[in-house]
């Protein structure tokens, strides 16, 4: 198929990184808009740093209606772009420029992602204990949405890094005053709050395909069966960590729901559409399911 730009209308769209192995995002989106008979495309946009400036100017001259941006430029989108939201400025990353009428305007839409895949268990989260592992970009926006829309008592960093941990606390811990944050490396110290905590969360890349094998939990902390486990690593679609939960009799979440939920509102943001939900979880599904027999 020829690729057919054209400035006249905001028809595209498109995610910005680098080293983009197979992300889900063309084929979801592409999905939604077939489903509500959309006029848009969606394509991979894989660029250097150095060309980084060049494409957001391309996106400006071509008119596009938006983007999303993955590793490794969540970040440095920032200082190129006309503006920021309140949230990506608190998160400190952007995932979703929007061009209204030449102003881009960036979001974080992975804090919505993991509102909506712990929205069910509320409840449980608020004024309970939650420890995340990881102390990364990905960690930063469910650190900022665990605490602002569930309010829990305590939130644990475990990383393997303290000083990268303890930069989010010192950050995080004058903007929510309702949670205490802690920081640790050591592993008897992160295992002694699994034990007593109501929501575990998972945000570092371990455990990825193909490294399908490993996982973040400490050896000798263990899952406890009335625990909430959830991990933010989609592929393979249950995880290491998520196994052990399962058989621990925890409830679990799989990084799937964040991926569906951060495309959802970009989805949202771009078009001013209801994100197809269950079309674009089918797609997703499917070619996980597709890259796991390209991989056997
Ligand atoms: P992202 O922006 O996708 O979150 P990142 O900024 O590179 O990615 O952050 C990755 C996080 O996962 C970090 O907290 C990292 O730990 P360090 O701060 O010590 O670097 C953590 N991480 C990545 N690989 C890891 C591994 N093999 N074991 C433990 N932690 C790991």
């Not at 946009?45 to 391309?58: C, F, G, Q, R, S």
């Not at 990364?136 to 602002?148: C, F």
Request: hydrophobic share 45%.
């Amino acid at each position: 198929m020829k690729l057919r730009i054209s400035s006249e209308h905001q028809r595209h769209i498109g995610i910005i990184g680098h080293h983009i192995v197979h992300s889900l995002s063309p084929a979801m989106h592409t999905a939604a808009f077939k489903k509500l008979n959309l006029d848009y495309d969606y394509g991979v946009m894989d660029v250097t740093p150095e060309m980084l400036p060049n494409l957001i100017a391309a996106i400006r001259a071509l008119n596009f209606r938006g983007a999303n941006v993955t590793v490794p430029y969540k970040e440095k989108v920032i200082p190129l772009i006309d503006e920021i939201s309140e949230e990506a400025k608190m998160i400190g990353a952007v995932n979703t420029i929007v061009n209204n009428n030449g102003r881009l305007v960036g979001y974080n839409t992975d804090a919505h992602g993991v509102y909506i895949s712990l929205a069910y268990y509320a409840e449980e989260i608020k004024n309970n204990h939650v420890v995340i592992f990881g102390a990364g970009g990905a960690a930063r926006a469910t650190i900022y949405a665990v605490a602002k829309f569930f309010s829990p008592k305590r939130i644990m960093i475990v990383n393997r890094t303290l000083d990268n941990a303890n930069v989010i606390v010192d950050e995080f811990s004058t903007k929510f005053r309702l949670t205490k944050f802690f920081s640790t490396s050591e592993n008897e110290v992160a295992a002694r709050e699994i034990e007593v905590a109501a929501l575990l969360i998972n945000t570092t890349s371990v455990g990825m395909s193909p490294s399908v094998h490993l996982h973040t939990l400490p050896p000798l902390a263990e899952i406890q069966k009335d625990q909430i486990v959830f991990d933010i690593v989609y592929n393979p679609l249950e995880t290491a960590l998520l196994k052990l939960a399962r058989t621990a009799g925890a409830r679990t979440v799989s990084g799937i729901e964040m991926l569906l939920g951060q495309g959802a509102k970009a989805f949202e943001l771009f078009t001013h559409n209801e994100f197809p939900m269950h079309v674009a979880r089918e797609v997703v599904i499917k070619e996980l399911m597709q890259s796991r027999r390209n991989i056997a």
